[in-house]
């Protein structure tokens, strides 16, 4: 007998990407090279104020804290409430954690939540809210209105504005209207807000601000990340803030795994935060070849549903989409097929912003 049994992985969902691999082989084999467009990774430089501050902390050798140091959480409270709108941020309402993928796998294991509880995401969504719930046993719960969910068991609710994959944001009052739901059911509301600073044609809104959340944290936490705001997706830097007494819990239990955000990586947090020039020089490359890919796309005869925000268009030629990823790679494009996100995008694909501009030509070329 073995002595590793596949006791954990076989909860999981078959890993998607290995999907794709051949319709990646097909593109590759393109002359020009391939126009890789499936994975939304920041192809951009990291941006130069941040990487001194990283080098600056080079020189780190005890143990950072899971808390963070009190700089660290200085400049998070002090985001929070300048560009979120929230009020009353304070220390034990922020924590830092190492990249938000983490978090998202691992939060309902930390909550300690488990068989006989639910944990309820978009019914099109990132993949790894189904896997936290796989990994502490409970039960995964797709949602079109999660206030149409009965609320019995459902213990969290994840929110995703704007959304991975379809970019669609929820104004305010969508918001305000859900988490009053979750509060009055004594559900926990954990919002996904990493693509928050990149709305094109909808201006995304926090549940920490005052309009959606009344003015109190209670029962609501917002999950940031760096990774695509200062394309720093390889250093593992994110952050929740909202409810005090649930951040608490986490940064015990935290403190416990060792789940440290590495000293460096706390500093450059630091300088990435101090700075909105970077940010909009950033969504500046973004919204060129948004409207590129767009325009080059729905000339092409697709049609664009959603993506007021994110870095994603969320587009169909109405086929299955697999069709339409294979009809792609035939044009040397990689593109990830709606259904890795849930059934409900099995006619979509999911088209990344994330690629240099001299590749988003190309595409641009291969689709006239
Ligand atoms: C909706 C969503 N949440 C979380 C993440 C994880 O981001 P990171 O782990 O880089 O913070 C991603 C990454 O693509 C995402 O799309």
Redo the contacts with the bound molecule.
């Keep these: 007998m073995s002595a590793v049994s596949p006791r954990v992985s076989s909860r999981l969902p078959v890993f998607p990407w290995d999907r794709l691999e051949p319709y990646k082989a097909t593109a590759a084999a393109h002359p020009d090279g391939i126009v890789d467009l499936s994975i939304?990774t920041p192809v951009d430089p990291v941006p130069e104020l941040i990487r001194r501050a990283l080098a600056g902390a080079a020189d780190s050798p005890g143990y950072p804290t899971v808390w963070g140091t009190a700089e660290l959480r200085d400049a998070l409270t002090g985001w929070v409430e300048r560009r979120l709108g929230a009020r009353g941020v304070t220390h034990r309402n922020v924590l830092p954690v190492v990249?938000?993928?983490?978090l998202?796998a691992w939060l309902p294991t930390q909550l300690g939540l488990g068989a006989g509880d639910r944990v309820a995401f978009p019914r099109l969504a990132?993949p790894?809210y189904e896997v936290g719930a796989r990994l502490c046993g409970a039960e995964p719960v797709p949602y079109t209105d999660p206030t149409e969910l009965d609320p019995a068991g459902l213990k969290l609710l994840w929110l995703?504005s704007p959304s991975?994959p379809t970019g669609a944001v929820l104004p305010a009052a969508e918001l305000a209207r859900i988490v009053a739901w979750a509060r009055a059911h004594d559900v926990l509301v954990f919002s996904?807000e990493?693509?928050l600073e990149l709305g094109w044609e909808a201006e995304p809104v926090s549940v920490l601000h005052p309009d959606v959340c009344g003015g109190t944290h209670e029962g609501v936490v917002a999950?940031h990340?760096l990774?695509k705001r200062s394309n720093l997706?390889g250093y593992?830097a994110?952050f929740l803030a909202g409810d005090a007494e649930v951040l608490g819990e986490l940064l015990a239990v935290r403190k416990h795994g060792g789940m440290m955000t590495p000293a460096p990586v706390q500093a450059a947090t630091v300088a990435a935060l101090g700075d909105d020039t970077h940010v909009r020089e950033q969504r500046e490359r973004y919204t060129a070849r948004r409207t590129a890919l767009r325009t080059a796309l729905e000339a092409h005869g697709f049609r664009i549903d959603h993506s007021e925000a994110s870095l994603y268009l969320w587009s169909t030629r109405d086929e299955p989409c697999w069709d339409t990823v294979a009809h792609l790679a035939a044009l040397g494009i990689l593109v990830a097929p709606g259904d890795f996100y849930g059934e409900a995008g099995a006619r979509h694909v999911r088209v990344a912003l994330t690629a240099t501009d001299e590749r988003i030509e190309a595409a641009v070329k291969r689709l006239a």
């Design positions: 939304g990249g938000s993928k983490e998202v990132y790894t995703n991975n996904d990493c693509y999950v990340s990774s997706a593992r994110a």
